[in-house]
Nanobody, 122 residues
Framework: QVQLVESGGGLVQAGGSLRLSCAAS????????MGWFRQAPGKEREFVAV????????YYADSVKGRFTISRDNAKNTVDLQINSLKPEDTAVYYC???????????????WGQGTQVTVSS
């Protein structure tokens, strides 16, 4: 049974930082592209960052480039998201997800975590 468990969310002031972590089990982690997505209240889920399973390809949404950094540790089966210079518009539930494809499209991600809330106060 595949499980993705996120942690690290919380309430932070604008300009602050958080580090989200996702621990995966039940899958061959090194063979999966890992992504972070987020969903704000009243909005559709959107791509944030993706780390491919091969080639070390990393993709970021334009809105987070220069502020967010995705990393993965295949030995520990974890993928992290370091988020700096937080803005109120970053407030959302953040999800990690796993896909056999190298893609930023959430429709291709077969496995999802339960999400972790990030709230940024102004």
């Amino acid at each position: 049974q595949v499980q993705l468990v996120e942690s690290g969310g919380g309430l932070v002031q604008a300009g602050g930082s958080l580090r989200l972590s996702c621990a995966a089990s039940g899958l061959t982690f090194s063979r999966y592209t890992m992504g972070w997505f987020r969903q704000a209240p009243g909005k559709e889920r959107e791509f944030v960052a993706v780390y491919s399973w091969i080639g070390g390809r990393i993709y970021y949404a334009d809105s987070v480039k220069g502020r967010f950094t995705i990393s993965r540790d295949n030995a520990k089966n974890t993928v992290d998201l370091q988020i700096n210079s937080l803005k109120p518009e970053d407030t959302a539930v953040y999800y990690c997800a796993a896909s056999l494809k190298i893609t930023t499209g959430d429709g291709s991600y077969a496995y999802w975590g339960q999400g972790t809330q990030v709230t940024v106060s102004s």
